[in-house]
Structure formats: C-alpha cells, structure tokens
C-alpha cells in the first residue's frame, strides 16, 4: 500500500468528519496527518510491518494513528472511513469540490436541502432553493452554478504529483517482471502536464501475458476493463484509469514517439513524415511498407530531419520550428537548482523548525535558502507580526551559527492586503534579506483593483519578488482577474522577480506565462513554498513546468551562487 493511499483515506476521513460536525481539533489532526504521511520519504507499510514503534515518531502521528495505520496496511481496509462513508455519502463529499463550497455548506446543503450528489446540487440550485438557504444567497448560488460547469467541462483529471507516484509504482512493478525489457509511462505523464487524463504506459516483453498478468494483480489497480494480446486497459483505486500496451523492440522508439503527443506534435510530425514519402505510426517509420526506423525516438525524429524534442516541448508551440533550426533550448534541470526562495516553519504554519528545514535543504544539495512565513494577516496560519518577525529573524541568526555549509536568508511572505497595502511597515520589510509579496484575500475583487494592488506590490522598493502572482489553484480556483501585460511591464521596469510556485496544485506562473516571463528578460525563481522537510522535494514539479515554458538555467536566477542571486534582488 503506497503512502499516498493511506493519506488519502485520512483526508477523506477528515473531510467526512468535517461534513458531520465533529470535534475541528480531531480533524486537524487527521489533516495534518494526512500531509506528513503523503510527503514521507520511507513506505509506511514496510514500517509497519517491521517496525511499528517508528510510526509514533512521524509528527503527528500518535499512537492511535499508529495503531490505525498499522491496520490498515494489515487489512488494506479502513474502518472507521467505511463507517463514516454511511453516515456522509460519497455524493455528498464530491461538493466539496466546487470553490466555495466548505464542508459547513456542504453540511447545510445536505441536512436541510437533501442535496447528495452534484446532480441534486444542480436541481436544488437551479429550482432556486440554495438561494434562498441561510448563508447562501443568490451570489452564492451562482457561482456554485460556475463551479458545476468548471467541472463538468475539466473531468476528472488528476494532478501530474499524484499520477506520477502510482505511474511510478506500476512502472517499476513491470521492470522486474521477468521477460519484460523496457518500460515507460507516455502520454500527458511524459510531458509533465499539470494534470493527466489518464495513464499510458508502454512495454516491451517477450512475455506480454506475466506483463499483463502483473498489472491485473498490483495492489493500486481495481479492476481490469479490457484486456487483448498486446493491450490492457485498467481502473485503479485512485480513479485514474490506465493503459498498458506491450510493443516489439524494434517500435519501441515509435511507439513512445506516437503515445507520448501530443496529439497537436504528431499531427506535424506525420505530415512532415508524408512530406519525404514516409509512413510514421506507432510501429515505425516506413518507406513502401519497409521499415526505415522504429527502435529509438531519436531514429524516428530523424527521419523527419529533427533532432530528438524533449516530451515538455512537445505541445507545437514553436518547439518543432525550433527544433528545425537547431535552436532548441537546453531546459533547465533539477541540479541546477541551487537555492529555494519559499518556505514555511512552526513559526507559521510548516511542520519543521528553521533548523530542521536548513538541514534538509542542505542534504538535497542546496547552497541557500530563505525561510518565508507567514505575514499577521494571515491569521489561519499564525501568520506573523513584526514583533514576532523580529524574534523569527533573530531565530535565523541562530540558526546561521548551528548550521554550516548552507547559507539562510532572512525572509517573509508578505500579503498584499486588499487595499493594496502591505500587511507588514515598510520599516520592518526594509530589515528582510527577501520579501515575496502574494495575494491570499480578497481575490474576487475586480480587474482594477487586484490590477492596483500588484502594481502597489511591485513598486514597494522593499518587495523582492511576487510569489504565486495568479492566486490559482490548479482545477479548483481560477487565476485572479488582472492584467498579466501589466504585470509583466512593471516588474520588468522595476526589476522584481516573479515565481513559479512549485507547489503542485499551484505551479503559478503556469508555462505560457513564465515563457513570457522569460521574454521579457525578468528574472523567474523556481521556489517549493515548502512545509515541511518532505515538502523541498516539491521542487521537481516547478522543474517540469519550468521545462514546459522551455526555460534553460539562465532564465532562472536561483540557479545562480547566492552572491550573484543577491545582485539579481532589486534593492531599495
Ligand atoms: P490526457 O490523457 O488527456 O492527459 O492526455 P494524453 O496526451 O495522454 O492523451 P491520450 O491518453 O488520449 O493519448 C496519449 C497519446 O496518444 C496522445 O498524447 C497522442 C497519442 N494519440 C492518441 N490518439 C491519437 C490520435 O488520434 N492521433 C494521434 N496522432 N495521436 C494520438
Ligand atoms: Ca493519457
Ligand atoms: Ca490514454
């Protein structure tokens, strides 16, 4: 049983929980449980099994979850969930997924409307009965009517960070099955897209039936949809559907090259093929029916005179023209990362001390960092005041003398309040080593305004870099109304940086923005906003969006030692 699973069923415990009223203490705990366990490094089901005692020493994981995780990876079931999912339907939980709708709306929409599933919700709000329930109104009720089209229109698409833990586990799975040679996922997975519609992997195999037998057996798969000789198509417990396709060697490259797309790539990359009098499918590249390639992707973009494209690029958004001209970018790598500019600690609400996040930032290899948390005005978070900014950065400095062999800087994330004014005295920000300004409230205000408030943000001389600019949150809530144009020009004029926020449901600025970013000479930072140690391997995700923009190392300035990183910071 993979980390994730378990998580998830703590989470959806917790939501249902929170649907039912019960105690916000449990629930946080169950929450912040569900977090840790989805960022831990180590299976928790070997630990389970070997050593128990390991489990209470995760933070946040007492002995009563010990004792429920342990049950749960020995019975693959969880109890208490299946009670719960009685009392608070599946239906009612998938509302939780409109923007807006909180598990106490969810609960009143259930308790005094019946409301059970989206279709009830939709009925109930188009009958004008949600309207008229307290607390609701017609506002509400109109953008719940939004948020039901969003999601009828995005599907059921599932975040690349999590499709690719269970696309990994099933890819290695086939690796060691014996008489199977090369496996791969393609597909969206491949071209790291932000969210994947379903999974396509593809082996080759002298044995496609043990290949075939092994994928109806994992433990993440559900249920076996259709199976033929060379393809297999299955659910997995997650949802997430995939398909298995085993392939002779000698198409091998074809077949990664056609089933990687995107569609919109291959229908060039076939017409380029028709050009020179070849036919190019899954199986290869073929002159009168006789195979002139097919082993290797690099021989099939041959034939069509390209040299290889990587799967990121692979959009035809100008990488096969590109390509053609022997200007592809060398995109950006994991290990050109030497800094991360964005993260949180227990002084807010992270998980890990000052101390605890240098050293693992340290261990994966990091030369700097800046510790970012939380301004007042967030006050969920325990956001901070300058008072205690203060004795934060104090805390810093301590730190700097216990920790060697990596350099911490003293940081804030700072709110851009809905006046446009900084939640924190310009007194205090001008002491930070980096300040990131975000917007966190307020994010339904019209175009102007949010227009005038990043504005404000980037003239602020003490403002070192805006930090996820478009507030979004990948498939729940869209990017705040402002001009990008606007906000390219004044940060370019000022010389402010601008983020990608690697955090998976984020990844803000998304690629088309940050390539624009790019153009515009402005200085992109790849950050994690981590919470917690676990949370810098994040780092990876803003990695693969970055190589989408076609972003090389020196488009991005936390690839650079921190001394010429500092020369990069606008300085007041
Ligand atoms: P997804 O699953 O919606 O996230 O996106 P993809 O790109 O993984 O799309 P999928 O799973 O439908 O198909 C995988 C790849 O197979 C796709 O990227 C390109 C290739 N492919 C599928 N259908 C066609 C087609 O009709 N024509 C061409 N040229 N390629 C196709
Ligand atoms: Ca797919
Ligand atoms: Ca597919």
């Known amino acids: 049983m993979l980390n994730s699973e378990i998580a998830r069923m703590f ?59 342990a049950v749960i990876v020995e019975t693959n079931a969880f109890q208490q969930l299946e009670e719960m999912r009685k009392e608070v339907p599946d239906g009612v939980v998938e509302m939780l997924r409109i923007p807006g709708l909180g598990p106490k709306k969810v609960a009143l929409l259930f308790k005094y409307l019946a409301v059970g599933s989206l279709s009830d919700l939709k009925q109930a709000v188009e009958a004008g009965h949600v309207a008229k329930l307290k607390g609701f109104g017609e506002k509400t009720a109109k953008s719940i009517l939004e948020g039901l089209a969003n999601l009828a229109q995005s599907g059921s698409r599932v975040y690349l960070a999590e499709a690719k833990v269970e696309a990994d586990a099933i890819v290695e799975a086939l690796q060691n099955v014996p008489g199977v040679g090369q496996v791969s996922a393609a597909g969206s997975l491949r071209r790291r897209k932000e969210t994947v519609g379903d999974l396509d992997v593809l082996a080759t195999a002298s044995n496609a039936t043990a290949a075939m037998d092994t994928l109806a057996r994992h433990p993440l798969v559900n249920k076996v949809l259709a199976r033929g000789d060379t393809k297999q198509r299955v659910r997995l417990k997650s949802g997430l559907e995939l398909d298995l396709r085993v392939v002779p060697e000698e198409s091998y490259g074809a077949a990664m090259q056609y089933f990687t797309g995107s569609k919109e790539h291959n229908i060039v990359i076939r017409r380029r093929a028709q050009e020179r009098g070849l036919k190019i499918n899954e ?84 030369q700097y960092i800046a510790i970012t948390d939380h301004s007042k005005r967030v006050s969920m978070a325990n956001g901070l005041n300058a008072d205690r900014l203060r004795q934060h950065w104090k805390e810093i400095e301590k730190v700097r003398g216990q920790v060697s062999g990596i350099e911490i800087l003293k940081g804030i994330e700072c709110d851009i309040l809905e006046d446009g004014t900084m939640d924190l005295d310009d007194a205090v920000l001008a002491e930070a080593d980096w300040v990131i300004a975000v917007l966190h409230y307020g994010l339904r205000q019209p175009k102007e305004q949010i227009d005038l408030r990043l504005l404000n943000a980037v003239r602020n001389p003490h403002v070192s870099i805006i930090g996820h600019p478009t507030a979004r949150i990948i498939g729940k809530r869209p990017p705040v109304a402002f001009s990008f144009e606007a906000l390219l020009k004044a940060a370019a004029d000022y010389g402010i940086m601008l983020e990608i926020n690697a955090s998976y449901m984020r990844l803000d600025l998304d690629d088309i923005q940050a390539a624009a970013a790019r153009d515009r000479g402005i200085p992109i930072v790849i950050s994690t906003d981590a919470h917690s140690t676990q949370g810098l391997d994040g780092m990876q995700y803003g990695i693969f969006q970055a190589r989408r923009a076609g972003l090389t190392r020196h488009d991005v300035a936390n690839t650079l030692p921190l001394q010429e990183f500092q020369k990069r910071i606008r300085r007041a």
């Open 283 to 366: 199986y290869g590249v073929f002159r009168d029916e006789i195979s002139v390639a097919g082993r290797t992707e690099e021989d099939v973009y041959a034939t069509v005179g390209l040299p290889w494209i990587p799967p990121e690029l692979r959009e035809n958004r100008g990488e096969i023209e590109r390509a053609e001209q022997g200007k592809l970018p060398q995109l950006i790598e994991l290990t050109d990362i030497v800094g991360d500019m964005h993260m949180h600690t227990t002084a807010t609400d992270g998980t890990a001390s000052i101390r605890e996040m240098a050293e693992a930032a340290k261990l994966r290899g990091l």
């Open 11 to 69: 989470e959806d415990l917790a939501d249902r929980l929170e649907i039912s009223g019960a105690n916000p203490f449990r629930i946080r705990a169950y929450r912040q449980a569900a977090k840790t366990l989805s960022e831990w490094p180590e299976s928790l089901a070997d630990i389970a099994e070997t050593a128990r005692e390991k489990l209470i020493s995760i933070p946040g994981v007492g002995k009563d979850l010990a004792d429920k995780i």
